[in-house]
């Protein structure tokens, strides 16, 4: 006899009757009818199920119902459509309670309330500010000597033509600094004693330019190197300034990425090196890579430095940008307002980038980058 699942006979002979509700006598061979003819062979006929099958209607082991959630699975209306599987129902659309509705007005009373105690307290302060630095007796001299309005509108054009040299120099050799700078941050993490010449020039190519101020560099390149009248050197002003500046960031930008390569675990290079790749392969698409993602937001404020640094080459006394168009305008009427329009250019033009700083360093996972001022 074929019993059907939850079957049980009282006696020998007597019918068994399945879960499905079809029966089978005692003793008689199963069939199964398929096109209005009888099947033996252990078919089962329409509605029984043999041990171990599943039922018609039923759902197989470890299937879900239509409409059902899986074990451990979020319910219905909380999986996000992109990962909702094909199975799962569509339920209602989720609502906040009241507990969490309370808790997001709070803060937002919270958020407003601080945000208008910082307005006051910064406007109290700027006043207090104002109100002292007015009321001192030099004032007025003070004010037409370094805000005077319509003399700093008139030289605003020339020195903003020189603030754009200042950009082609950040970018161009930003550029340079980034390449010389890596290959001095790899030389010195190269291994084994034959490479200790190279390890130990750059060692003292990075303490000796990172101790040097970089007004130093400039009237040692600027003025020494064309003084030697070398026929091959160029002999610009505007070119030793450029090297002086890629000398002298370069030394403390090699550090930082540096810094980053020797910060990835030494496992992903032994893994690396144990899936076939060389040496020069392991550190250009494992290492480096992580390296400088992790130093990138010092990286950026390297670049903001470097932007504010391009006007020292004004030094050199021939290259016409912002800061030397400045004392220009300030050496003819002995008026101090082009220094101070120079100088909100330039903030004008770093206040993104540190913004940007900011941003980076968050999605890097500092999370307290810029959330406090």
Not at 196 to 216: E, Q
Not at 300 to 324: E, F, M, P, R
């Amino acid at each position: 006899m074929v019993e059907g699942a939850g079957s049980e006979p009282d006696r020998p002979g007597q019918v068994a009757r399945s879960t499905a509700g079809a029966t089978v006598a005692a003793g008689e061979p199963a069939r199964t009818r398929s096109g209005g003819s009888d099947r033996p062979g252990g078919a089962t006929s329409a509605g029984v199920t043999l041990p171990g099958a599943t039922p018609t209607g039923a759902t197989p082991t470890g299937a879900t119902p239509t409409g059902a959630t899986p074990t451990g699975a979020t319910p219905a209306g909380v999986l996000h459509p992109a990962t909702t599987p094909a199975w799962v129902a569509p339920g209602p659309k989720w609502l906040p309670s009241q507990i969490q509705l309370d808790r997001i007005a709070y803060r937002r009373r919270r958020a407003r309330r601080s945000a208008l105690i910082a307005a006051l307290s910064t406007a109290a302060a700027l006043g207090i500010v104002i109100l002292v630095v007015v009321n001192t007796p030099g004032w007025p001299r003070f004010r037409a000597t370094f805000f005077d309005f319509g003399y700093g509108w008139q030289v605003l054009p020339g020195i903003a033509k020189g603030l754009w040299l200042n950009v082609r120099l950040m970018v161009v050799c930003e550029v340079v600094i980034l390449t010389f700078s890596m290959v001095i941050a790899l030389t010195r993490t190269l291994r084994g004693p034959v490479f200790f010449p190279l390890r130990a020039a750059a060692t003292v190519y990075t303490d000796l330019f990172r101790g040097l101020p970089l007004i130093l560099v400039l009237f040692l390149l600027g003025f020494g190197m064309p003084a030697l009248r070398i026929s091959w050197l160029p002999s610009s002003a505007l070119f030793w300034g450029c090297v002086a500046l890629v000398l002298t960031y370069s030394a403390y930008v090699a550090e930082v990425l540096r810094s980053g390569i020797e910060s990835v675990h030494p496992s992903q290079r032994a893994a690396s090196r144990s899936l076939g790749l060389t040496h020069g392969q392991t550190m250009r698409f494992v290492v480096v890579p992580q390296g400088v993602r992790r130093v990138l937001p010092p990286l950026l404020n390297d670049l903001v430095s470097l932007q504010k640094d391009t006007g020292l080459i004004s030094v050199l006394g021939v290259i016409y940008d912002a800061v030397l168009q400045a004392q220009i305008n300030t050496a003819k009427t002995f008026n101090y307002t082009p220094y101070v329009v120079a100088g909100l250019l330039f903030v004008a033009l770093t206040i993104p980038l540190t913004r940007l700083t900011d941003w980076v360093s968050r999605r890097q996972g500092w999370t307290g980058a810029g959330s406090h001022i």
